[in-house]
């Protein structure tokens, strides 16, 4: 803990007769100006100054920040908490467990292995739709969720039980995000230091990038990969530079017609063309106090969609209704406003404040809008959606495809599936399902729609998962749940579901019908994410959609549909209905939600959130303070890391005699790099599978198997939709295998083993934005794994480039205006990179030389930016990883 007080910001506040020791931000002459994120980073700083790490001169650079500036300051921000769900927490539990071990190893006490923040892991990754349109798809996706991942539900007890301050919320209580804005997030912390109660702003780091949901309420936080959470869950502070901060103003109110969602698809689209990578966007002005809540935490969510480390909304009375309604105690609600406004973070819309940047939208001006088919920036009006569809359907339909296949299922429904198909449509993700103006417009447009005699397509696979069971809560109370069900809504969970590739198979005969046919289908949902191969392997195209339009396309069933001009159906009469006879009332909307929704059903839901059902109640448990590793485990295996290690650091070399293993596009996301959903039988990952007695049925995903390194490693390249440049018109995991005469095709898993049997380094060859998407680690680890010393991209997403350093993985840039393509580079050459020797003597170089040898002996030759930006990241680098550095400091004290 600190043990400097520089500034003499030690003091108390009094609130209510209770009194909390404070770090006041009034003895900073600069801390005034300041956004609201940076006094929250500042704050952090005079509360962990400890004269090394972090220092009066840290301290002084934040208070005179210049707006202006370039990023160029170090600071270490010491998140209060850090959260987690499933698929990256159990991977974070399988390392702090093999670390217990390795601390052992190396003389020093297992049980120091602990979280010193508080961490909480939500299991919400791993329910599947299986079942659907019937009310018993909750039960029967649960019990299937509970025999597929039953190893993995004990090992998180065990953690639960072996672990310090580790909370596990048990499968089928909600969405990480949603639980935590919901009831996890203090937005104060508090917390007993040396017998003194101390108050401070609740910061949170998450193994999931869309934990911006919390800066919504005011939370400052982030996703970082489930490395960096590990280090931070160990008391390591998170290395960054003083980011920029851009200045978002809202004016304006949303029309009728419009909703939150297309507010943030707006929102998204402006800020990805304007360039927020590695900035803040913080928003502000007199039109923030008529942002609801629920609103700003949707915004919040898609912070990783426009690119920036967070959106953050500052503290006002919308705050504190929130909480308040959330059942958060009065003595909770009264220190959040205190606190707030003694240290100058309550939203005030005369103060001036500086930004680095400025943006403004008017609200008024947003129109119903969807994104696809492919990113989320995309943006589409919803009134040229049909004629958008059109353009862009001739990219997915191939020369051997249909436009249509006579499809009849078993029981009994027989229809043309064409191109463009609906053949999904669900209503999922926290982004959306947390806010109860757009679920709620679903279940009017639902019973306007019923009411005017119109039903799903016959074709579409429907659901709901929402992110908490208040949603259930007040969808009942509202009455409205029965017309859901008659257009096939049922609950099939609580969980992420469609959103992050869990959409569950579609029905046998469909799925062979787009097989046969290659149809380009389209899938609707209202998620974040809509990158290629996510949501279902026989899906070429999805879009994101409010809820409310969810249904609506539900109701047309096919992509290629003007709203404006085609009927939905015919009622009674045999009229024609438009989307426009159905569209909910906003006024109807809010007078429902207002006589649905209090904070009795937040207490209940909450009130028992860590329990668990029965299932999890009953869960055979393994205890102990090292976790006994079943060696038949393909679920939970002890990773290879620190297999070999010493206390003393390895020099890190130069690269020589590198191979390419994949030379890839612009926009590769951490989903074509590791991808989170299902696999066949034919795949290397699947292969291990089958000689370890997994049956097909069983394999469950790659998401939920990330506790499994083989079966991660095997993933790792392997998305379907990969374009790998080695390979002409080739996709999947598939490279050329430089080993073998000639280079033939193989998968990207047995050429890396042949290339490490051979002694190569490889590197990976990329475009702008490489690793951009979800915060996963496994693209990092799978990638170090594989034998790939180096990637040297145009650009990169943040939290991809910093997790890749922590796996002991070179980032390098092509130097300014500069690719692969343009220095004429094919991958077919061996690389060597000279100059990385001088992290040896404690220094970062800028460049590295880089020299690529062609076949026939000529080379070409260039200085690469070398992207380990802080000098905390050059240490992770020096000892082979965050993992490896964080460790050796637990040993040798």
């Known amino acids: 803990m600190s043990t400097v007080d520089s500034f003499g910001a030690k003091g108390v506040l009094d609130v209510n007769g209770t009194e909390y020791e404070i770090y006041r931000l009034n003895v900073l002459e600069g801390a005034k100006k300041l956004p609201y994120s940076l006094k929250v980073l500042l704050e952090n700083l005079l509360r962990t100054e400890d004269g090394a790490n972090i220092t009066q001169a840290h301290i002084d650079a934040l208070a005179n920040w210049d707006a202006s500036a370039q990023p160029n300051t170090e600071i270490q921000f010491t998140p209060a908490r850090v959260i987690m769900q499933d698929f990256t927490g159990v991977p974070c539990v399988v390392d702090l467990a093999t670390m217990r071990e390795a601390v052992a190893d190396l003389g020093g006490d297992p049980t120091r292995v602990n979280p010193l923040a508080p961490a909480e892991l939500v299991i919400d990754h791993s329910v599947q739709i299986d079942s659907f349109g019937n009310s018993q798809a909750i039960e029967r996706n649960m019990d299937i969720e509970y025999q597929r991942n039953g190893e993995r539900y004990q090992f998180l007890r065990w953690g639960q039980t072996a672990f310090d301050d580790f909370k596990v919320v048990p499968p089928g209580m909600g969405i990480v995000h949603q639980v935590n804005i919901e009831n996890l997030a203090r937005v104060v912390m508090t917390r007993e230091v040396d017998g003194v109660n101390r108050a401070y702003p609740d910061t949170c780091v998450g193994t999931d990038s869309h934990t911006t949901m919390e800066n919504g309420i005011g939370v400052l936080g982030w996703g970082v990969g489930g490395i960096e959470a590990e280090a931070a869950m160990l008391g390591q502070p998170i290395s960054m530079l003083i980011p920029r901060v851009v200045g978002f103003k809202l004016t304006g109110a949303i029309p009728s017609g419009a909703t939150a969602t297309d507010v943030v698809l707006t929102i998204t689209e402006m800020l990805r063309a304007h360039g927020v990578v590695g900035k803040f966007v913080e928003f502000y002005g007199e039109g923030v106090g008529a942002v609801p809540l629920a609103n700003r935490a949707t915004i919040g969510n898609m912070s990783p969609e426009f690119g920036s480390t967070a959106a953050i909304f500052p503290i006002d009375d919308v705050t504190l209704d929130y909480l308040r309604l959330t059942g958060r105690s009065a003595e909770q609600v009264a220190l ?123 074709w579409v696979k429907t659901s709901i998962a929402p992110g908490s069971k208040v949603v259930t809560d007040y969808y009942e109370k509202s009455g409205l749940v029965p017309a859901l069900q008659e257009l096939g809504f049922y609950i099939v969970g609580y969980g992420c579901t469609t959103c992050i590739g869990n959409s569950g198979p579609l029905e046998d005969e469909i799925s062979q019908a787009i097989q046969d046919n290659d149809l380009a289908v389209t899938s609707v949902l209202s998620g974040n994410r809509n990158f290629e191969g996510r949501i279902n392997p026989d899906v070429k195209m999805n879009y994101l959609a409010s809820p409310p339009l969810v249904v609506a396309y539900a109701l047309a069933g096919n992509m290629d549909f003007d709203f404006e001009s085609d009927a939905l159906g015919q009622d009674a009469e045999g009229n024609d209905v438009f989307l426009k006879d159905i569209w909910p009332d906003p006024a109807e909307v809010q007078k429902i939600i207002d006589a649905s929704i209090d904070t009795e059903m937040f207490t209940k839901e909450y009130g028992t959130i860590f329990d668990g059902d029965e299932r999890w109640q009953n869960l055979d448990t393994p205890t102990g303070k090292v976790f006994e590793w079943d060696e038949n485990s393909t679920y939970v295996r002890k990773p290879p890391y620190f297999e070999g290690m010493t206390m003393e650091t390895t020099p890190v070399s130069d690269v020589e005699g590198a191979r390419v293993l994949l030379k890839l596009g612009d926009s590769v996301t951490t989903d074509h790099i590791s991808p989170a959903g299902s696999f066949k039988s034919d795949t290397p990952a699947g292969k291990y599978l089958i000689e370890n007695g997994v049956e097909r049925k069983d394999f469950n995903s790659y998401g939920s198997r990330r506790g499994n390194h083989e079966v991660m490693i095997r993933g790792t390249f392997a998305n379907i939709r990969i374009k790998n440049q080695l390979l002409d018109g080739v996709e999947g995991g598939f490279t050329r295998d430089f080993t073998q005469d000639g280079g033939p095709q193989a998968y990207v898993y047995d050429a890396a083993q042949n290339y490490q049997a051979a002694g190569t380094p490889l590197v990976v060859l990329a475009g702008k934005e490489y690793g951009s998407g979800s915060s996963r680690d496994w693209a990092a680890k799978g990638t170090a794994l594989l034998g790939i010393k180096a990637v040297i991209a145009e650009s990169y997403e943040r939290i991809h480039r910093s997790n890749l350093i922590g796996m002991g993985v070179l980032p390098l840039q092509f130097p300014a205006g500069e690719s692969a393509d343009s220095l004429n580079l094919d991958g077919t050459e061996t690389f060597s990179i000279s100059g990385v020797t001088a992290l040896n003597e404690g220094q970062t170089p800028k460049t590295v030389k880089v020299v690529a040898t062609k076949e026939d002996g000529s080379t070409v030759e260039f200085d690469a930016d070398v992207r380990i930006d802080t000098p905390g990241e050059a240490d992770y680098y020096r000892n082979g990883g965050i993992l490896q550095y964080v460790l050796r400091q637990i040993a040798s004290n």
């Open 336 to 458: 959040v406003e205190a606190y707030a406004k003694e240290q100058g973070l309550w939203h005030d819309p005369s103060r001036e404040i500086e930004f680095s940047e400025y943006m403004e939208l008017d609200l008024s001006t947003v129109v119903p809008s969807i994104s696809g088919p492919k990113r989320p920036q995309d943006r589409i009006e919803l009134s040229k959606s049909k004629e958008q569809f059109e353009k862009d359907v001739a990219n997915y339909q191939s020369s051997k495809g249909t436009n249509s296949a006579a499809v009849a299922t078993a029981d009994g429904r027989e229809f043309e599936l064409e191109t463009g198909a609906v053949s999904i449509a669900s209503i999922t993700s926290c982004t959306n399902t947390s806010n109860p103006s757009v679920m709620m417009a679903a279940a009017v447009l639902a019973r306007n729609a019923v009411e005017k005699g119109l039903k799903a397509k016959p």
